[in-house]
């Protein structure tokens, strides 16, 4: 069992930034990989970033140079750094983390969402 936290969302104006934080909990016992996903209505839930336990890092190219995701291990949270933010960038924002867990097999589990709005 994985349960994740979000919290960071809000109102900012364009070129300005924010910083989202997701921490997981529950039966952990090691964490393969965390990401933030983000949608609007009508639309999929697209990646945004994601991080690997080995330090891997993807991004959309959407927001490559401005947003930075990063992970405390120690805490089993993950960030995600937005920098330069644009009304494109409006959406729900969704932490994903899948991981090993307790007594064998895996959990995944997605956050509550956070609403990141950008105005212009």
């Known amino acids: 069992q994985v349960h994740l936290v979000e919290s960071g969302g809000g109102l900012v104006q364009a070129g300005g930034s924010l910083r989202l934080s997701c921490a997981a909990s529950?039966?952990?016992?090691?964490?393969?990989?965390m990401g933030w996903y983000r949608q609007t209505p009508g639309k999929q839930r697209e990646l945004v970033a994601a991080?690997?336990?080995?330090?891997?890092?993807n991004y959309a190219d959407s927001v490559k140079g401005r947003f930075t995701i990063t992970r405390a291990n120690a805490k089993n949270t993950v960030y995600l750094q937005m920098n330069s933010l644009k009304p494109e960038d409006t959406a729900v924002y969704y932490c994903y983390c899948n991981a090993d867990i307790h007594f064998g097999g895996t959990g995944a589990a997605w956050g509550q969402g956070t609403q990141v709005t950008v105005s212009s």
């Open positions: 991080i690997t336990s080995g330090g891997s890092t």
């Open positions: 529950g039966m952990i016992f090691s964490i393969n990989v």
